[in-house]
RNA sequence: GCUGCUGUAGCUCAGUGGUAGAGCACACCCUUGGUAAGGGUGAGGCCGAGAGUUCAAUCCUCUCCAGCAGCACCA
């Protein structure tokens, strides 16, 4: 006999080798039929599984909302790879796991097969529906190593064979067997899994997308196939999140961005943004948001060459580990035939020296740095720079304005003492914190990257830098689940390992875009130095920091966490005056000037048009307000404010209440209050 | 860069092996209308680029370019 003991305290004795379902069995029938898998000692294990010693032990139904979600998305994941070696016997499958909002499979189809497309996927599910119809029941079992590489082999299952043969030593090998006789399928896999395929509801689950995947993420690995799906334990979780996407898609910044002409983007300049008058005007007001921050936190602003010598980025150590990422110019001037003329000469003979654009502002600050000698009484400088970077990023992975090859960052280097380090990072953390909660960013998480394979500077540097920012992080007291507090191993920067701020948006996306980086490397690599108080040269550290990370993504993240609907002080039109009948355009003009002089930005809106028209069209447009003036509203020198989003009737004012109204609200958060 | 999909008017999208259509937007005319689309007329397209198949290609095939969704990479 063994002692189970229940959430609530109680303990039960029970023969080893009881299952859950044996135990649910016991308390209750419903219980027994709710029951979809437990928790012994906190792990998740199947509902059919024998428990052998002393255990903690808790049931696990659809209202553990977490685990009956993973469950179902495990199984979904099975049930998809099943469907589909159903179809195509040829298709070798590899592994897939549950994702946040449902699973996908990786496969490596035959050559003749090929990839999987979109129109396959109907017929997918249909196969899986039938599957789940079948209810058959998913039974763990325990192989030795041997046996499973020979059943992969015998399978020609080329990648399970693999795994099969590389999963460590003293982990226990399972296979789940889906259906019963001869033609059962299985699938290795850790589990745990619903006791059977019925368990899932057919209707809440749907693919979504095909996409290519690399075995093991590795980029030199084949590539396989990817089906991705979602699902859910009900078909109105399906369709709540169905609206969810249609929701984000309404966000999508592209999408916001054309529809307010805020900028554009077209294939001569990739990865290039064009602002438009409307969208630079809230670069502007953020800029000059962040330069009250930065002035006010006591940092300089300075601006830097855009082309520099190769030899200074070989220097830097970028010509070496960050070239790829790099747009590189012949210092030469091309070659222009004369009209008409018959000449074969190259534009460029590639001959001369390269320049480089720069990927990034911080040998520059070096440089500026390094101009005269430093005293240990200078430090720490805060070197800030609103700086046009050009990273030669891939084709593919250019996304909107938030992944772009041109981009301008908050930056700044911040030269300090290694006694100044830690709390200057606190400070950091500080004023990145006061700024996300301004600009109406509630949540954000903090990741700490750590060194990556392909670095300079020796391990001690490198186990010093990361501890260092291990205990300012700690020392701004934000190393808390709160701040989704965790470490990446090998994501760091070739230089330094970096502290990640990433934030969350409206519908709790997270985009990276703030970040502070503890660097040693580059100083020695560009000979900074500092006089200490002991007369002799010493090295500076550098922290490179970026709050808002690029203007082009932080826009782009703001758009859609608004959905377009800016707070008053950043929207790029602040009020609209839509005239009623042709006789009230020139007071519109007049309310329009006094609007502009009180610095609100304001247009008139005299079409002939409606005012139903209008009133739609700014609406549409995102307007936060509309000041709809007619007859009346002239003669008695008032305006009739519509908000954009209020609930409220339209109210008729002053011009001067307005004014004080729109003019507050217009101002920027870091102006308000104190 | 890799896999799949897509590319027709400024935008959103129909469509056909015999060189094109809608709605919105735009221009002009009528209308001066009180809070989410008033009416009429008109202009606008090398059907992404190149090659091939064909009597004939926007449509079929191939190559390239770009966009989209992933992957990898990343602010």
Redesign the pocket.
Known sequence: MITITLPDGSAREVESGTTPADIAAAIGPGLAKAALAARVDGELVDIGRPIEADAAFALVTSRDEKDALELARHDYAHVLAEAVQALWPDTQITFGPATDDGF?YDFAPSAQR??????DLPVIEDKMREIIAADQPLVREVWSRADLIARWQAKGESFKAEWAAELPDNETLTVYRSGTGEDAWLDMCRGPHLASTGRLDPKAFKL???????WR???NNP?L??I?GTGWLDKKQLAAHLMRLEEAAKR?H??IG?EMDLFH???EA??SVFWHPKGYLIWRELEAYMRRKLDAAGYDEVKTPQLMDAKQWEQSGHWGKYRE?MFVVPDEIPHVPEEGADDDTPVITGDADMMALKPMNCPAHILIFKQGIKSYRDLPVRMAEFGCCH?N????????I????Q?T?DDAHIFVTEDQLIEEVRDFCDLLDEVYHELGFDSYAIKL?LR?DARYGSDAEWDRAEQQLRDAVKLAGRDTDEYGWEELPG?G?FYAP?L?FHLSDAIGRT?????IQADTVLPERLDASYVGEDGERHRPVMLHR?IL??F??FIGILIEHHAGRFPLWLAPVQAVVA?????ADDYADEVVAKLKAAGIRAEADT???????K???H??AKVPN?L??????AEQGTI?L?R??SDEH?K?MTLDEMIATLRDEATPPDRKGG
């Open positions: 996908y090929g990839p999987f497309t979109e129109d979504t997308k095909v996409a290519g995947a690399y993420g590795d980029q590539q196939s990817r991705y999508d592209r999408k054309q983007l077209q294939h990739q990865g990422n990273r990023e891939p084709h593919g992975a250019l996304h909107g938030l992944r772009v090859r981009f960052q990257a990556p994501e920067a970096k990640e985009w990276q875009v703030g970040t970026a990370g690029t082009e993504r005239t009623i009948v042709s006789d079409r002939n048009e409606k005012i139903n028209y009133v739609r069209e609406s549409l509309l709809v003036v007619g007859k009346r509203e009739a519509r954009l989003g339209q008729v």
